[in-house]
């Protein structure tokens, strides 16, 4: 009831602050500019993989490292707590590295190094080298790449849409 309330009076009671728009430029006309420009279209498939593979980590290696690799509960909460801290440690890395090279340099040797650490994942989990911590060791570094992956494959989607940044977040997210 609250939220009924609270939408009817944002409806009526708040003045629009917003440029009028055009009303022949659609919702569907919108999509179609974005989805028809390869550059969008690659980041957001970069950052929405790099996001898969993140909600990947966080739903499957309590499984992996407590059943799989027999590691004590307490472990694998130090193990999550250092992927998490290699994570910010990246993004603040990243900081760095883009006022050094142009944020398309720094995505593109991020999305390599994601890469051959997503296969060294895969060849750890094949082949079970290095056991626990070999598999531990593979998922840092795959993880720590998202905290560049993201920002930069996030920015540079919405760089030439600012006119359409709201819709274009949306298809994002």
Known sequence: GFGALTLYA????LPETGRPRDPSITLG???RVLT???DFLAYTLCGGFSSAGMFAYISGSAFVFIEVHHADPSLYGY????NAFGLIAASQL?????GRFTATQV???ATSLAALAALAVLAVAYTGAGGLW???GALF????????????STALALERHGERAGLASAVLG
Not at 141 to 152: A, Q, R, V, Y
């Open 79 to 82: 193990i999550f707590g250092a």
């Open 141 to 152: 570094l795959f993880l720590s790449t998202l905290g560049i992956l993201g920002p930069n």
């Open 134 to 136: 070999g598999i531990a």
């Open 36 to 38: 028809r420009e390869p």
């Open 94 to 98: 990243n900081r760095v590295l883009v």
């Open 29 to 31: 006309a919108q999509l």
């Open 107 to 109: 995505l593109g040797a």
């Open 10 to 13: 944002c409806v009526r009671l």
